[in-house]
């Protein structure tokens, strides 16, 4: 009975033996550092690429004019549709709001040569009628309505506005396309007032 303890106990100590020297010690089948290095760093590599792209995805323009903002956002990659339509609210309310003040100074910052001279023609037989002037009550809605490259680099964007003005005594609603342009090759960022249309 000893003897077979003694022989059991050798055989469960040569497996635990064995056990150790596979598990417990290299085998030689670990790949070399310099092996292990070039696939740490070619991780790296892949996940700074990933990164990259996601940072400089631009997302596709969609809806009216959607062609010629694309064209557009390769020369001005700062050029956003969103962001557009943001800053054309603001143009919209300084220039509605310059007009009945009869501010001709801030609308020649704001409007095209030939629209700023149509502005000021308003402003004078205004005066002259002595007729109250419009005020913004309430803008409700702005949308790109379309937009156009001509000649390589004069970038046009034409927004649908609905706003509710009033004179003092009559509640009106405009609905309006104001169209905007700016040469993309200058470094004035300015998008200027060049065409305004009733909407249909």
């Known amino acids: 009975m000893d003897i077979e303890l003694l022989i059991f106990a050798a055989v469960a100590f040569f497996v635990l033996y064995r056990l150790y020297n596979v598990l417990g010690t290299k085998t030689g089948a670990e790949p ?10 070619n991780r790296k590599d892949r996940e700074e690429t990933e990164e990259d792209n996601v940072t400089s995805f631009r997302p596709t323009f969609t ?32 220039i509605v709001e310059a007009f009945a003040e009869g501010d001709k100074s801030t609308l020649s ?21 002595g007729a109250d002037p419009l005020r913004l009550m309430r803008l409700k809605s702005a949308e790109i309505a379309d937009a156009e490259l001509l000649d390589g680099d004069l970038g046009q964007v034409s927004v649908s506005f ?39």
């Not at 004019?65 to 609210?89: C, H, L, P, Q, V």
């Open 32 to 41: 070399p550092p310099s092996v292990v290095r070039e696939a740490t760093q």
């Open 63 to 94: 809806g009216p004019g959607a062609d010629a903002m694309e064209a557009i956002s390769k020369i001005d990659n700062s050029f956003s549709s969103a962001d557009f339509t943001r800053k054309s609210k603001k143009a919209y309310e300084m």
């Open 109 to 129: 910052n704001l409007l095209a040569d030939d629209v700023y001279e149509a502005y000021v023609s308003a402003i004078d037989a205004r005066e002259q009628s």
């Open 162 to 200: 609905e706003a509710q003005l009033s004179d003092g005594e009559n509640l009106r609603t405009a609905k309006e396309i104001w169209t905007f342009e700016r040469s993309l090759k200058s470094s004035n960022p300015a998008w200027l007032l060049a065409g305004v249309s009733e909407a249909s």
